[in-house]
């Protein structure tokens, strides 16, 4: 396959006004494609530092694999934490291990974070 087949100036139609609206930094959305496009869409903006909101975890980490595949590299799987449970023998570390270790990638220059939108709403430490 060729290496650069899937880049935004191959694909033509509207894919390079979209390439140089993310070059700007404008906040974007698309729609009307599915969800393997959006992937593929997402994977080319790999040059460039991007954030990919997903509607649920479940979609996110869905994206996050599309992604990878597109790409030949794994984007920061940002994660929320989990909920405050009554019960503290109950509480997992494995979400907060997950969501850490997406902040320490993000930190040390991950060009692409996927993310749902609570993950994204809750609190990131300072340094970050």
Known sequence: M????????????EYPDLREELRRGTPTAVFGVSEAQKALIA???LHDRAVYICDSAVTAARMAAEIAGFAGEEPALLVAK??????KDAVSKDALFRRMHALYRIQRGAKLVVCDVESLAQLFPKTV
């Not at 060729?2 to 139609?13: C, P, V």
């Not at 989990?82 to 019960?87: A, H, K």
Request: net charge negative; aromatic share 20%.
């Open 43 to 45: 994977a080319s903006c």
């Open 82 to 87: 989990d909920e405050v449970l009554l019960y």
């Open 2 to 13: 060729h290496a650069n087949f899937f880049t935004f100036d191959n694909l033509k139609g």
